[in-house]
């Protein structure tokens, strides 16, 4: 966060604040609403100015959501460029929680470092796994599968006991080959 490629991208204003983008779905079977915030691909290190952390951690801040999302890729180069992302990311509310999936940088990276950092900070890293919501969310779960490229996804062990309303999160596209003819 503090290389000079990032001060100097900032400086020139390169690095611009985040894109959001508003999407609403009507899903079967959910009774009641539910609001989720995506953020993904923040490589935190030194070509991202912490300006632009600050940026999307006030996006998702005001989005209110009940669920937070992360996909991956949290760092460039070194897991310990996580620690100011993480902090960031724990303070953002979501009533029901903030969970994440690890991308290909991150394992690239130190991989445990970086989930005992969001865990610290409130952040449960979801890998092959998945969980209920609470209710009134009942009948939805949240599922984490491990990045396609450079993890091991396993979509049945994810996918185990899953309610009928299954919301998968991933970091890259490719990992829909990993779902097959599993329903989400």
């Known amino acids: 966060g503090s ?3 990032a001060s100097l991208a900032h400086g020139l204003g390169l690095q611009r604040g985040p894109l959001v983008t508003r999407h609403d779905f009507e899903v079967e079977g959910l009774a009641h609403p539910l609001k989720f915030a995506f ?4 490589h935190s290190g030194p070509f991202t100015h912490p300006a632009h952390l600050d940026l999307v951690a ?4 005001a989005a209110d959501v009940d669920v937070l999302l992360l996909g991956g890729d949290y760092v460039t180069h070194r897991a310990k460029n996580v620690l100011p992302l993480t902090r960031l990311l724990g303070r953002v509310p979501a009533r029901i929680g903030r969970f994440a999936v690890l ?6 990276a130190d991989d445990r470092a970086i989930v005992a950092a969001f865990e610290e900070n409130g ?9 209920a919501l609470p209710a009134p969310f009942g ?9 396609p490229r450079s993890g091991r996804p396993d979509a049945a062990r994810a996918l185990e ?5 299954r919301i998968v999160l991933m970091h890259a596209p490719s990992g829909l080959l990993s779902l097959g003819e599993h329903d989400f």
């Open 139 to 147: 009948g939805v779960s949240l599922v984490g599968l491990d990045d």
């Open 3 to 5: 290389g000079w490629t």
């Open 123 to 131: 952040v449960r890293v979801l890998v092959n796994e998945g969980l």
């Open 161 to 165: 006991g899953a309610e009928a309303v």
């Open 39 to 42: 953020a993904s691909d923040l």
């Open 103 to 108: 991308g290909n940088h991150d394992l690239w």
């Open 58 to 61: 006030e996006a998702l801040t």
